[in-house]
């Protein structure tokens, strides 16, 4: 998922999105290192492993996935109202 970058005037109107601009960044980052350290998750292959760590890797990316597209509709509402 590609976000659109928040603009400065856009601060004027919606400071909140700078905030959640970053939190997208690290989302990002964080979400590729899980997949570094657990390539079959990127693959789409699912929690098939008894391994409590990949379980837990595939939940917190799951999560992530969410809240990030979660953002997203908010950015779009925010920039819909103005």
Request: aromatic share 8%; glycine share 4%; hydrophobic share 45%.
């Amino acid at each position: 998922m590609h976000t659109t970058p928040t603009h400065f005037f856009d601060l004027d109107d919606a400071p909140q999105l700078a905030a959640f601009e970053i939190l997208d960044h690290v989302l990002v980052v964080a979400e590729n290192t899980i997949f570094s350290a657990y390539p079959e998750l990127a693959a789409g292959e699912g929690p098939q492993s008894d391994d409590l760590p990949v379980w837990v890797a595939e939940e917190i990316s799951g999560q992530m996935r969410l809240l990030r597209r979660a953002i997203e509709r908010y950015k779009r509402a925010v920039n819909k109202r103005r």
